[in-house]
């Protein structure tokens, strides 16, 4: 039963107070208490299953690391650096220390929810006009990401320092072994991986790259090909010797500051100061209620979590249990929340320690309650206007320099104390800058920004580059919670700004219509940005398009190239689902 009087506030942090009272306020219904707080289970595919402990991970060796290294008494947290570092070796394209990333953590015995931003920063040397060209035109996309320019200071290593002081049970040192073993050994390369080899258009402009990934004479290295990484497993020893200072200060530091501003293809201003400054910081996790449940994300610099809560909480005026999960219904009404979200996030959401923004109106359940009317159940809304919130908030919408989404990692996991990680990472595109400095990938990052500084009568953007600022991400990862303060969901994505939505919509076919994880992450995708209806090619969402068209909808029928890896907890034991779109596992025991 939900027991609103005895709801841990203080678990939930501030956000979720304002939530409640704005609840209480705009009359919105209370959350049912009567129905149970354990998400219901339908037929499907089949999720891994086990009793105390599971990691999913998008490679079968790092989830088997993380694993690993539960069994050897290890923190959901420690298991994560694990796994962190394994994705860094056999997933190289997606992840790693040259990287940043966010981490929403549950801690069983305190009952805490904390949010880590390990984002990378604009270096002190960036500008906001830095991805113009001379007339004053915005770069490119493809043209802004590959040299020195793109790269932002890696946040990674940082966000896992500061997660193991608070939540590490093993030494550090010991949570490289793993993938320090399979960067010497050698790892077979992937279908997936020689795929994206395959279509990169700037690994063969980087000589370190080219040697790692390519043959002589340029081709793919092909799939089987035995990858040995020496150097990175070398780097792997200092780091987990001397600790990040290792990466931060000293001989690593100076080859990433060498790589970044002596590339003759765009290079950058980084300096061994930006890597020295970098600092992890820990933020106020938003929390909000989903009906019964209660949500937990990321705040800015991502507007992953404001995206998620905003669509949920619209949703939660409709009463989609009654709706089928792959009705035209459904689909319309998932779409229109998600337009509605990302005008917002279009708008208003940027890093909030340089730019207003304003979350807690963003999410007042009063707030969504107002955004679900402008839903019509027959006919689409078309593009969807930001709501007037606030006057420090207006600022112009900067169209979006990207249409990509093929790399970032995401992986949950549970340890047998029942603490929770749920953490997403990133090098941006697909071998981020192409820079390879001692065995890793440099994230292009910085291509996040918005490229134009303002808009045409001179209003800056929220998300414009300015040094030492995050740029605006949209990676979701996400706990989920029952009323008792009890987790029953990790789940996150990647897949560029449509990350928000398979995130959001997995939690519905968990939520809402009781699907087991494999099911709810192997479900078909409809996606809305604001703009086209997605609808995932191969999959019976195809069948959705005529429907949608007839309620306006412009439909693009494509891949949709999620990451999902999540971890469900109830009465009856924990189950894991992998996303079939890409290579990973969940194992438990
Ligand atoms: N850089 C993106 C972000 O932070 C993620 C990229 C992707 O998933 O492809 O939102």
């Not at 409640?20 to 354990?38: E, I, K, Y």
């Not at 599971?54 to 790092?62: D, E, I, T």
């Not at 290593?157 to 500061?162: K, N, Q, W």
């Not at 949500?295 to 979590?305: A, D, I, L, Q, R």
């Amino acid at each position: 039963m939900f027991k609103i009087f005895s709801f841990p506030f203080k678990r939930f942090g501030p956000v979720l107070a304002v939530v409640l009272v704005a609840l209480a306020a705009c009359g919105t219904p209370p959350p049912d208490r009567t129905a149970s707080t354990q998400p219901r289970e339908s037929s499907g595919p089949a999720p891994a299953r086990a009793k105390t402990q599971m990691v999913s991970a998008a490679n079968p060796l790092a989830a088997q690391a993380g694993l690993d290294i539960l069994r050897a008494g290890g923190s959901a947290v420690d298991a994560a650096i694990a796994v962190q570092m394994v994705l860094n070796v056999v997933e190289p394209q997606s992840s790693g220390i040259g990287g940043g990333g966010f981490l929403v953590h549950y801690a069983a015995k305190s009952g805490a929810i904390e949010a880590y931003d390990g984002r990378e920063t604009a270096p002190d040397g960036a500008s906001e006009t830095m991805f113009l060209n001379a007339d004053g035109t915005p770069m490119a996309f493809f043209d802004a990401v590959p040299g020195g320019l793109s790269v932002g200071v890696p946040g990674l290593l940082r966000l896992l320092e500061l997660a193991h002081k608070e939540h590490g049970k093993l030494p550090w040192r010991k949570l490289f072994d793993p993938a320090i073993k399979i960067a010497e050994q050698g790892f077979e390369l992937s279908p997936r991986l020689h795929q994206m080899i395959a279509d990169d258009s700037h690994i063969n402009k980087f000589p370190t790259a080219s040697g790692y990934f390519l043959t002589e004479d340029g081709a793919p290295k092909p799939v089987g090909t035995k990858l040995v990484n020496k150097p990175l497993a070398e780097t792997f020893k200092l780091i987990a010797d001397f600790g990040p200072e290792a990466f931060y200060r000293g001989p690593v530091a100076a080859d990433i500051v060498d790589a970044v501003r002596g590339v003759t293809l765009n290079p950058g201003s980084m300096t061994e100061e930006d890597l020295l400054s970098y600092e992890a910081k820990k933020r106020d996790p938003l929390c909000s209620l989903y009906r019964q449940w209660v949500v937990c994300g990321m705040p800015p610099p991502t507007s992953g979590g404001i995206a998620t809560l905003q669509i949920l909480g619209i949703l939660q005026n409709f009463d989609l249990a009654k709706l089928k999960p792959e009705s035209a219904e459904a689909a319309h009404l998932i779409a229109e929340a998600s337009r509605l979200a990302f005008a917002d996030r279009n708008v208003y959401v940027a890093d909030s320690d340089f730019v207003f923004v304003p979350t807690a109106k963003l999410i007042d359940p009063g707030y969504l309650a107002r955004r679900a009317k402008e839903i019509d159940r027959d006919r689409s809304m078309g593009v969807a206007h930001p709501g007037d919130l606030d006057q420090r908030a207006e600022i112009p919408y900067a169209p979006s320099a990207t249409e990509k989404g093929v790399s970032t990692t995401h992986f949950s996991i549970i340890d047998k104390e029942g603490n929770v990680v749920s953490l997403t990472s990133s090098i941006e595109s697909a071998f981020g800058s192409g820079l390879m400095v001692r065995g890793f990938l440099l994230n292009n990052q910085l291509t996040d920004f918005s490229f134009r500084p303002a808009n045409e009568d001179g209003q800056p953007y929220a998300n414009r580059v300015e040094p030492g600022k995050r740029p605006r991400s949209s990676m979701s990862p996400t706990i989920v919670f029952d009323g008792s303060g009890k987790p029953v969901l990790a789940v996150g994505s990647p897949g560029g700004s449509r990350i928000i939505g398979y995130v959001s919509q997995t939690i519905l076919n968990v939520l809402d219509w009781g699907m087991n994880p494999q099911a709810a992450v192997s479900a078909p995708h409809v996606v809305n940005r604001n703009g086209a209806t997605d609808l995932e090619k191969g999959t019976p969402a195809e069948t959705l398009q005529r429907a949608l068209e007839a309620r306006g909808h412009e439909v693009n029928v494509r891949e949709l190239n999620s990451g999902l890896h999540a971890i469900r907890i109830s009465a009856d034991g924990i189950t894991g689902g992998a996303d079939p779109r890409r290579e990973g596992a969940a194992v438990g025991d």
